[in-house]
Each structure stands twice: as C-alpha cells, then as structure tokens.
C-alpha cells in the first residue's frame, strides 16, 4: 500500500529515529574512530545516563534533556578517569587489545550490576510535557517524543563538530590515533588530549541516555542490545567521522523507517545491516572515511 | 582428617582450583544452607537479570513468600523446604546447563521452571527424560509439541492455548453492533508473541475477518510509529498486538501519537499489567482492551490472595521489582501451591504418584481453583480480558482501584462494561 502521506509519514519518522541513533554513536566515533579505544561498555555509560535522568525526574521532577545536559561535566570526568585508569592499566603497557576489551567489558558489567542494586530489575521511565504529543497538519504528524530528541542530537553533534573542527584540542583528538609524534612534536601531551577525547566521548552518553528514556522503558541491560547498532552507525560513518556517523545514523533511520512503513518491520534490521555490508563492500573505509 | 597437599600447584592447577571454588562460592550465596536431609529442595532457573528480570525477580519473591508460608505451617512430609535456583539471565542457553546441575549436582528433589515459554521449553527435554513433574510459570503453548504428561501450566490460557489466548478479544468485539469486519495483526518476532498472534491469526480466519496488516518486528525496535502509520494506513476495526514490555510501551505511545483511529485496539500486550509501565503511561492506556491474569476488581477476590499481596508488597518494598504484584506473582505463588498439595495428599515423594494425582484432582489457591487438561495446561481458559477505564493520572494508587481495569471476559469474571470504539 503506497500513498504520499504514508510516504512523507516514514521519511519524517526516519529522520527523527536516524537524528537518535546519531546521538547515541556520536560518543563511540570519537573513541573508537578517532581515538581508537573499542569502548563496548559505551551503551552501558548510556544507560547510566538514562538512569541519573530517571532518578531526577521522578524525584525533583526535571526535564530528562536538563538533567542530560547538567549531568554532561560529570560524566566528562568520569570518562576522563576511565582513560586514566586504561591507560595506565594497559595502553602504557601496548596492552590494550585484548586486556582492554575486558576491561570495557567488566566496566559494562559493573555498571549493570550497579544499577540492579540501586534500581532493581523493572522497567524506568521518564515524564515530560511533550511525551505523547505529537504535531499535525493534514495527514502529517510529527511526534515530539521524536522531534525533541532529534533537535538534541544536532545541537550536540554542532556543538562537538565545531569543537573538533575549530579548536587546538579538537584537532589533536582527531590526530592522537593517526599520529602520536607529530602532536608531541606540536607541544601536546597525547594521553592528556586522549584523556580530554575520551571525557567528551563519555559526556555525550549523559545527554544521549535522556533522549533513550525518552524514547524507550530502560532496565539495567537493554543497552546489550544496542552494541551492535552502534558500532555499525560508527563503521558506517567512516570510523571517526563526526558528519559521518550524523549522516550514517539518519541512513539506518531512513532505511529502517521505509522498509518498515512498505515491505513489513521484519525485515527493517536486515535492510539497515543490508546497507553496512554493502557500505563494507563497495567502501571499507565507510561514508566518510579517508 | 585435614590433608595438606604434598605438591605445588602449577598456574594451571590454581586456575581449576580457582574456578572450582568460584563455581562453589557462586552456588553458596544463591541457595539456602544446604541441609541434606530434613528439607524438600525444590530446584529452578529464574530470570534475575536480563529482559525477564523485571518478572522473575518479582516470581522469585512470591515463592519466596510461599516457602517461608509452607515452612511455618510445618513444612511438606515433615521436612522444610528450601529452594535452590540460579539466574538463567533471561537466556534460554543457560536453563539445560543450570537444571542438569540442580538434579546431578545440587540433588534436588523436585524442579519447577522459571519465567516465560522461551526459558521453559529448553528445560523439557531434560524433565521429560527423568520423567519428573513439572510445575511451569506462564509457558505459552510449550507442551503443543512435547505432549508431556507431567508438565502442569500455571497461566490460565487453558485448554488450547494458541486460541485461548486471544478468545476474549474477538469475544468483546465481535458482541458490538455492527461488529468488526477487517484486523490487523502485529507482534514481535519472539516465541510468545508469534505464538499470541498466531492464535489470533487462526480464530480471524474462522471468524471471517479480513486480515489487513500481518507483520512482525525486531524485538529491539525502538520506534514503533512507521508501524502503527502502515497500519493506520489500512484503517483496520481491530489491532491485535502480541508484544513485550519495551514494544508495548512504544506501540501505545506510537498509537497516542499517531492518533490510531480503530474500534478494539490491544490483546497480547505484555507489561501493560506492571505497575511501572501502568503508572508510566497513565491515561494513555484508556480504551485499550488487553489480556491479563489478575486485577483488583471485585468479581476477583479469591480466598488468600489479598493476604498473599500484603506479604509480598512488604518483601518487595526496596527490592527494585513490580511494587503491586497482580500479574505474574500470585500464580507464582500458586504453581508452588500446586506442587505442595499434592505432596501432601499423596504423601509422597515419587514424581508419577504426585502427577497422577495432579491430572485428576483440583486444587484451591490464591488465584481460585485450578484443574488441569491432559495437555497440562487449565481445563478452562481464564484469560481476562480487561479494559483500562477512567484513568486520569500516573499515581500508583490508581491503579490500586477497583474500576481501573475493568474485566470484560469471561463471562464469570466480569466486572463492567466496554467503552467502544477505542478511537474514531
């Protein structure tokens, strides 16, 4: 069944999921891609973000986005920390191949068995007065639960953008991994700029777990299943890629959304990973990967 | 006599030893003290952590309370009964592995399952080939295709589950004046929600509805309103949805967002029925008409169950878990009840003594009488189906009243009217 209503329905719904599953990756490009630390436990620091976005609104009531965007400094330093911790640990050593994917892991399962001790096992979620709303002209609709989130994650991809692409310490991120001598040889210390790369990695976890509980319930382990959408928006991007990962996000969202609305959900995931493997195949450095 | 050993461990023997202890340790902290021979064990996997871990936690605190019920009244053939499980993680790989440790290991003396059909059906072939009885906790048609005499279903689908499931749904809308004409049908790619739907899809066809939209999805969807457009698209009277707790949340905000315009909307929606999900979604839930086991409504008042929630609302309190207790945790309660029974009757420990008994008799518990068909499931289907009624905030307490959730099938339930259409 094709009509342009419908049409115009899916692309307005791809767009807004492809703007959250871009949020949601924005903090692996930057550390796996640009700084090459295979975070797996990144969907964990999400939903940890979910939680603290949780915990505020149903205590004092906050906006999940407020609390996302207060919470972003402390989740830098927890971020910075972690690096500190890992670098000392396994990447001063040349050891962080193997023993640093565990310790990702066990940081992942440490964050888990937290939050089941503090919140338990059920389902969270969060209130807020454009939840459940939804905007319309004619046939169109346009729900905010969707919308609001979307415009989060281009105000924090713009932001890191220009962050990145504007500034010193943004420019020797994006250098740390390609070329550790040459940015000691411009005066920079690479595991301090490393350490700050990994604290905004890490950052935009709190703003993206209050656009997930937005969208979804959270319980402790529902990041799990995420690991694989997000490191394949990440290795679509072109590792690394800030645009990238915006434009591979909307992609997938796109995809999934058409392909749900006209040949049936079933077959959303396959057509999105569909377009990975074909990405890989005609372009293994991904979209925007050089 | 303490033996000292003669040799040093290599690295590889501290690694076994190492593990072996873990392996113990991790078995201490989750049983009781093991006392060998004054206790009934009864043994099972549960989801503590993972997807399921919302329900099983709550399960598990509901046997909890039935142990410590049946403990204080003397326990069962004289003994205390201890309960020996593991976390099966909500992962259907590790349930062999955990039931072939509680019988070879731990030596239990009888096994129930854990939560929900994908974390039972892997357990049957082991309980099939000792021939043990087997207490199970809200399976969906898992004994279709084992045909395992032994096997007894708590849930109250009833006699064909597939069907069962889904019957008061058609029989609410198909009573209205005019009645529905066309359905949509939609589910999570998932062993209970295909199951749910299938059942649906079968009864649409007998009744001669038009299916319009028959589909599944991912169960990691995140976005459920490209659904919910496609099927507004082919503007259906019904929408059946089989779901689990995360899709039903999305799909009921998809379908406020959306404006779904359809007279019935809702079936097999799980987590509708927990207290987090209710109160998160509030008055988005009105007009839904949805399946459930158990609701504070007058007509359902069974002996002991008030006092059953009581016990378990104070043990939850602080534990993370379904705060209410209504959907899953009184039949956890009762499975156990069940099994304790007949014990008791037969006085006896043998498993094709006490199943015999369980195919010919009833028994009394907190959810009302149960009977068992051959296929072990109830003799009678009572599937509630229940329509969220007058609800016009997020409070908890809400959801703690009479008239909330109205039954409006079976018959014998019933407890009010439906409000029809959902949405015009």
Redesign the interface.
Same mark, same amino acid.
Request: overall charge neutral; cysteine-free.
């Given at each position: 069944m094709f009509s342009v209503e419908l049409l115009v329905n899916a692309l307005i719904a791809g767009v807004l999921l492809g703007g959250f599953y871009a949020a949601v990756s924005l903090g692996l490009t930057v550390s796996f891609g640009q700084l090459n630390i295979v975070n797996i436990a990144h969907p964990a620091f999400i939903i940890l973000g979910s939680y603290i976005a949780y915990m505020c609104n149903s205590l004092w009531g906050l906006d999940p986005i407020l609390t996302g965007i207060i919470f972003i400094p402390v989740f830098f330093l927890i971020g910075a920390g972690a690096y500190r911790l890992y670098y000392e640990s396994f990447e001063r050593k040349d050891d962080e191949a193997l023993r640093g994917l565990a310790f990702f892991f066990g940081v992942m399962f440490i964050i888990e068995v937290a939050l089941i001790m503090v919140y338990g096992v059920d389902f969270r979620t969060v209130q807020a007065s454009y939840i459940g709303q939804s905007w319309k002209a004619g046939g169109i609709g346009v729900p905010t639960r969707m919308f609001v989130p979307f415009c989060v994650a281009i105000a924090m991809f713009t932001a890191v953008y220009l962050y990145m692409s504007r500034t010193f310490n943004g420019r020797a991120i994006k250098a740390v991994a390609q070329d550790r001598l040459a940015l000691q040889l411009m005066g920079a210390d690479p595991v301090k700029i490393k350490q700050l790369g990994f604290g905004i990695s890490i950052g935009t976890a709190a703003l993206a777990g209050a656009l997930l509980i937005i969208i979804i319930p959270v319980e402790p382990s529902v990041g799990r299943l995420y690991i694989g959408q997000v490191f394949a928006i990440a290795v679509l991007a072109g590792l690394g890629s800030i645009p990238g990962t915006l434009v591979a996000g909307l992609i997938l969202g796109i995809a999934e959304s058409l392909v749900s609305t006209f040949f049936g959900p079933s077959w959303a995931p396959a057509v999105a990973f569909g377009i990975l493997l074909a990405a890989l195949a005609f372009r293994p450095q991904g979209l925007f990967g050089r | 006599m303490l033996m000292k050993s003669k040799h040093k461990l290599s690295r590889r023997g501290w690694l076994k030893r190492s593990l072996a202890m873990a392996i113990v340790a991790g078995a201490v902290a989750l049983t009781a003290p093991a006392q060998a021979n004054d206790t009934i064990k009864i043994g099972f996997s549960m989801a503590?952590?993972?997807?399921l871990?919302?329900a099983?936690?709550g399960a598990l605190i509901a046997m909890q309370v039935w142990a410590e019920d049946t403990n204080a009244a003397g326990g069962l053939l004289g003994k205390q009964v201890e309960l020996v499980y593991y976390d099966d993680q909500t992962n259907p790989a590790n349930v062999p592995g955990i039931y072939t440790k509680l019988l070879d290991v731990d030596d239990v003396d009888f096994v129930v399952s854990g939560y929900g059909t994908n974390l039972i059906a892997p357990a049957m072939p082991i309980v099939m080939q000792r021939g043990l009885v087997f207490p199970s906790l809200f399976g969906l048609a898992v004994n279709e295709k084992f045909n395992y005499p032994n096997y007894f279903q708590i849930m109250p689908a009833g006699p064909e589950p597939l069907t069962d499931w889904s019957k008061g749904f058609y029989s609410v809308a198909m009573a209205q004046d005019p009645p529905p004409k066309t359905i949509a049908l939609?589910g999570a790619?998932a062993e209970f929600a295909k199951n749910a739907v299938k059942g649906a899809r079968i009864q649409a066809e007998e009744l001669g509805l038009e299916i319009v939209y028959d589909?599944?999805?991912?169960?990691?969807?995140?976005?459920f309103?490209?659904?919910v457009?496609?099927i507004q &698209?082919?503007n259906p009277d019904m929408v059946f949805v089989g779901s689990y707790?995360?899709d039903s949340? /999305?799909m009921v905000? &998809?379908a406020?967002?959306?404006?779904l315009k359809t007279k019935i909307f809702g079936g097999g929606m799980v /987590?509708l029925q927990?207290a987090?999900?209710m109160t998160?979604l509030g008055p988005?839930l009105n007009g839904i008409v949805n399946y459930d086991f158990w609701v504070p409504e007058p007509t359902l008042k069974f002996e002991g169950v008030e006092a059953f929630l009581a016990k378990y609302q104070k043990a939850a309190e602080g534990?993370?878990?379904?705060p209410l207790g209504y959907y899953l945790q009184p039949y956890a309660y009762a499975y156990l009840q069940v099994l304790g029974q007949a014990i008791t009757a037969t006085n006896s420990a043998d498993h094709a003594v006490i199943g015999e008994y369980i195919r010919n008799n009833s028994f009394d518990t907190v959810v009302g009488n149960v009977s068992f068909a051959p296929n072990g499931e109830w003799a009678k289907t009572r599937v509630l189906m229940v329509q969220y009624q007058g609800i016009e905030d997020?409070e908890l307490a809400t959801f703690t009243k009479a008239g909330t959730r109205v039954v409006l099938y079976p018959e014998e339930w019933k407890s009010g009217t439906v409000n029809y259409p959902y949405a015009e």
């Open positions: - | 503590l952590t993972g997807g871990a919302g099983g936690k939609v790619d589909e599944s999805y991912h169960p990691k969807t995140p976005d309103t490209p659904i457009n496609a &698209a082919r707790p995360p949340v /999305g905000k &998809a406020t967002e959306v404006g /987590g927990f987090s999900i998160a988005k534990q993370g878990v379904d997020n």
